[in-house]
């Protein structure tokens, strides 16, 4: 090494692999009586050995240990083992050109042209990171560690297994199967951990649609949009 250089760090090296699987099923249809639906199924798995530090590619932290692969390999931090998401909108059959109230006048202005359309959204948690200190000094600028698995010892807490878990008062893992690496030493825990994973995500958005037609080339809308309208609670990780 040249003596004005006191250490080399790589940085955001593409050297690590990656890897997609996936099931994909998707239903489209436009049926006659008004309703257009649109759902989709995927089921999923991403493997990385590097990541990045951008976690909108892939893992948070990247790779805690470069020069070992196979020790990195694990699920990507994007990672979503189960996605569905429906797509739907219909038009009440009421008011003109409808198969009820097919008229125009007054009580078409009113009841007719109504459309509710709504989309919905369901997905698994994220795996997570689960860091420990740095042991092994400044060993060309390893910026994480992780910490060492107690085998047999389940990772999620007791809370988090039984379905109850109330973030207030509960962990979501359980401390007792994790242990600091000795000194010098990397953690025997993949960068991200898919055994305990970010809460699942579920949405639900509705529209309420009405539509006047005052001219030929002149269309007035109303619109109610209810937003998460089940009041999801959507926790972090």
């Known amino acids: 090494m040249e003596p004005q250089y006191q250490r080399l760090i790589p940085f955001a090296e593409g050297v690590a692999t990656s890897s997609y699987n996936a099931l994909q099923i998707k239903v489209e249809k436009r049926f006659s009586n008004g309703l257009t639906l649109l759902a989709s199924y995927a089921w999923s798995k991403t493997l990385t050995d590097g990541g990045s530090f951008s976690s909108v590619f892939s893992s948070e932290f990247g790779a805690d240990n470069v020069w070992n692969a196979k020790t990195q390999k694990a699920f990507g931090y994007e990672d979503i083992p189960n996605l569905a998401s429906i797509a739907y909108s219909y038009d009440l059959p009421v008011g003109r050109g409808r ?3 097919n008229h125009g006048g007054v009580a078409n202005q009113i009841i007719g042209g109504w459309k509710i359309s709504g989309i919905q959204a369901y997905q698994g948690g994220r795996p997570q990171n689960i860091e420990a200190p740095v042991t092994t000094g400044n060993f ?9 698995q107690i085998p047999g010892v389940p990772m999620a807490s007791a809370a988090d297994r039984s379905g109850h878990f109330d973030p207030a008062v509960d962990s979501q893992l359980n401390s007792a199967a994790f242990a600091f690496p000795c000194p010098f030493c990397f953690g025997t825990l993949t960068p991200t951990e898919g055994r305990v994973r970010d809460f699942s995500y579920f949405d639900e958005d509705f529209s309420l649609i009405k539509e006047w037609e005052l001219h030929e080339s002149w269309k007035l809308d109303f619109r109610a949009d209810f937003v998460n309208a089940f009041n999801r609670v959507q926790f972090g990780d």
């Open 140 to 148: 060309e600028g390893v910026a994480f560690n992780t910490p060492n």
């Open 99 to 101: 198969k009820f109230l």
